[in-house]
């Protein structure tokens, strides 16, 4: 079973773009990762398929429920992290952690325990107090401590510093591989790389690609930099050209002896041929 499947689902604000035909699936079990720019329609699907806001027309699944008629049972099987933390005012975080629970007629005390421990948070502190990254770490435990069978996650890095960033993906990398899937957002790009199976790309309310990280990254592209006067022309297969001063790189996608030749044939001081990394080939895809 997929844990989460779309059809043509599509959300728009009158004028203004949401998503468009969104055909997305994701495994039970995976680790997938969803990335695009601010604006892309990141936040807009993971609240359609949560149910929080209702489809303009296309339909999804999730967990095996449909978003619109059984959206209280996705709710009920889900962890949700949003971009943005907002807490009733005047609580105290460990109260806001056990609320969290008893929404969902669970006890998660000792798992709330650790992973408060985890984090180093202050149980004590009132949520008005808090910054930004509190905030969010104190989200993040409410979406865990229940060990839901889908996270979902929208930005949740942003406000964690590097040391609770590595502690964070710990904590989910545990959490998928006791089966739980793993649903992410982000714009930053070595996130995905580092810690997901799978990916997919998102942009103006689109997918753009989807497929499992490994081949992604096998374009077949290589990241050519080189210093000095290089004449490119009749060199084709070229993208994401940059010049600064002397230096000139670009992915290649062209025959590898065309290329050879021309560098050959130019005056240089420093040719180097590598792979790409996944931001690099993502940001082809940006400027496509």
Do not use: W
């Not at 773009?17 to 993971?46: H, Q, W, Y």
């Not at 006890?107 to 149980?123: P, T, V, Y």
């Not at 930005?155 to 899937?181: V, Y």
């Not at 005056?267 to 080939?281: A, G, R």
């Amino acid at each position: 079973m997929n844990a989460i499947e779309t059809n043509k689902l599509t959300k728009t604000y009158g004028a203004s773009r949401g998503i468009t035909d969104l055909e997305l699936c994701v495994s039970k079990g995976d680790f997938f990762g969803f990335i695009g720019p601010n604006g892309a329609g990141k936040s807009t699907t993971i609240r359609t398929l949560l149910g929080l806001i209702s489809p303009t027309s296309g339909s999804a699944k999730v967990l095996g429920f449909d978003i619109v008629s059984e959206k209280s049972k996705i709710l009920e099987n889900t962890g949700y992290l949003p971009s943005e933390i907002n807490f009733t005012s005047g609580m105290k975080v460990k109260d806001v952690i056990r609320y969290s629970a008893e929404l969902r007629r669970k006890k998660c005390d000792e798992q709330a325990k650790i992973l408060c421990e985890r984090l180093s948070i202050d149980i004590s502190k009132r949520v008005d107090d808090l910054s930004l990254g509190n905030r969010k770490k104190v989200g993040i435990v409410c979406a865990v401590q229940h060990e839901p069978e889908l996270l979902i996650l929208d930005e949740p890095t942003s406000g964690l510093d590097p040391l609770m960033q590595r502690e964070f993906f710990e904590i989910l990398t545990e959490q998928n591989s006791k089966g739980a899937t793993i649903f992410f957002s982000s714009h930053i790009l070595s996130e995905v790389q580092n810690n997901c199976c799978s990916a997919a790309f998102i942009r103006d309310g689109k997918i753009i690609v989807s497929d499992k990280v490994e081949k992604l990254e096998e374009t077949g592209a290589k990241k050519v930099t080189v210093t000095g006067e290089f004449d490119m022309n009749g060199l084709g297969g070229i993208n994401d050209l940059k010049t600064d001063n002397n230096t000139t790189s670009f992915l290649y996608k062209g025959e590898m002896k065309l290329l050879l030749k021309k560098l050959a044939e130019s005056n240089l001081s420093n040719v180097n041929i590598t792979e790409p990394s996944l931001e690099e080939i993502f940001m082809n895809y940006y400027e496509a």
